[in-house]
């Protein structure tokens, strides 16, 4: 069914590309795109490889994360030409001959060495943009696109085709089984490795297929906003789990977060379920025009209602704002655009031509400042944590004495909440892929 979807889909996401391509490369007066695949990188002084991911501007035009050494080149008006590396290789896995939906849309040449593809790339590289990083170089062919061709793509790689968004409900599909899993195992009182484990076989992906590594934290971890660390011993009691674990589909991302409590977690429960009614509160507001940087503080404002609600810090919801008493709690941005990448580009991108738009000062770490059109996907992921640092300043300030510590101390052991979905921006009402993807598996 997925595979009929995408190749009725592919050929309006190829013409769609194309279209922003061709756009893109009047911009800046060349004649060619050139799209490396990129290559794998060598750890130091080794003959070992990090996991190799072909770079996303290459798997945005075709479902093929695994093809090393290989190039796209697109002339406007021209069929686009993919040099394909299959190299004479009884070492490695060798990647298979080109099938499926996408194959008759691409003038296709197999090359054996990646130096090969030189003689297929056109030949004159003053006339291209070339797309890849430094290390892509083949002789004078060097990438180093133009500032304005790479803003003007990134800018529009926020809207995502019909194509992108069955890939994406895909990779949200993997991600929830994943997630079901994991909460299972959590119950059962799996270590933090235990339940990683539990994440990957449900979502059926390697740690180096998943498009991002996962945060999995019992407990006090679940404060750490990076943790990337798994304990290989289950707590003497797991009291909460924080989980950020996403799947792919062809390169497309899902990213979500789930927040658990053991059933005695009483005052923590509730705070979950304060969290769960902002988080859709939020997710409901996603719609075309809808201003991001606004909605990043309309989360500010109503989590300074919940930590009221629950008696953790008595000052006016609006005034815990302005103080930045709500950021001690709350340390990161709501959202970012999602897609080929899990931060996709262009997040901060105001029109085609590079203009930008900041974050408000308060808030650096927002990611996404952009209004919201239809196509855009986006995460929605407020939190709510108790992070030792951040009350130790907090602790110093004025506001302080609004606090009430002796509750927060007893909540500190549950770590922090994260609710996170991704969310489709449509011309109507959103698209929740996240909970749509949990529900189809109810
Ligand atoms: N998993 C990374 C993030 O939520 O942005
Ligand atoms: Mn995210
Ligand atoms: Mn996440």
Not at 188 to 216: D, K, R
Not at 280 to 300: I, N, P, S
């Amino acid at each position: 069914m997925l595979e009929q979807d995408l190749a009725q889909a592919y050929p309006l996401h190829l013409a769609s590309l194309r279209q922003h391509c061709d756009a893109a490369l009047e911009t800046v007066g060349r004649d060619h795109l050139a799209v490396a695949a990129g290559h794998p990188i060598t750890r130091y002084r080794d003959d070992l490889h990090y996991p190799f991911v072909a770079h996303p501007s290459f798997r945005q035009w075709l479902p093929l994360p695994d093809a090393p050494g290989s190039w796209i080149v697109y002339t406007p008006g021209h069929k686009p030409l993919l040099i394909f590396l299959q190299p004479r290789d009884y070492w490695h896995v060798v990647p298979d001959e080109p099938d499926g939906y996408w194959v008759e849309h691409f003038d296709i040449r197999i090359i054996r060495e990646a130096d090969q593809a030189r003689a297929l790339l056109p030949k004159d590289p003053s006339r291209c943009a070339i797309l890849g990083q430094a290390r892509d170089a083949i002789g004078d062919f060097i990438p180093d696109p133009p500032q304005a061709l790479i803003d003007h793509l990134d800018y529009q790689r926020a809207f995502k085709t019909d194509y992108e968004r069955l890939r994406m409900r895909e990779a949200s599909l993997l991600g929830a089984r994943g997630h079901r899993a994991a909460e299972a195992a959590f119950r059962a009182g799996e270590s933090e490795f235990g339940i990683h484990m539990a994440f990957q076989h449900a979502a059926g992906q390697t740690e180096s297929e998943l498009p991002y590594g996962s945060i999995i934290g019992l407990n006090e971890h679940g404060a750490v906003l990076h943790y990337m660390h798994f304990d290989r011993t289950p707590p003497r009691q797991g009291h909460s789990l924080l989980i950020d674990a996403g799947a792919q589909s062809a390169g497309y991302a899902s990213d979500i977060t789930r927040t658990y409590a053991a059933p005695d977690a009483g005052d923590f429960q509730a705070l979950i379920d304060s969290m769960e009614q902002l988080q859709q509160t939020l997710c409901g507001k996603v719609r075309a025009g809808q201003d991001y940087r606004a909605l990043h503080l309309e989360a500010h404002r109503l989590l300074a209602g919940v930590l009221h609600a629950h008696g953790l810090v008595d000052m006016s919801p609006q005034a815990m704002v302005d103080r930045r008493v709500t950021s001690a709690f709350f340390p990161h941005g709501l959202g970012h655009l999602i897609g080929l990448q899990v931060h996709d580009v262009g997040g901060f991108l105001r029109d085609p031509q590079g203009g930008t738009q900041a974050a408000p000062g308060d808030h650096p770490f927002l990611r996404l400042t952009r209004t919201l059109e239809a196509g855009m996907v986006v995460t929605i992921e407020p939190g709510l944590y108790f992070i030792d640092m951040l009350l130790d300043e907090l602790r110093q300030r004025p506001e302080a004495r609004h606090v009430a510590w002796e509750r927060i101390e007893a909540l500190r052991g549950f770590g922090g909440i994260r609710i996170e979905d991704d969310v489709a921006c449509t011309d109507g009402d959103p698209e929740n892929m996240t909970r749509d993807a949990f529900a189809a598996l109810a």
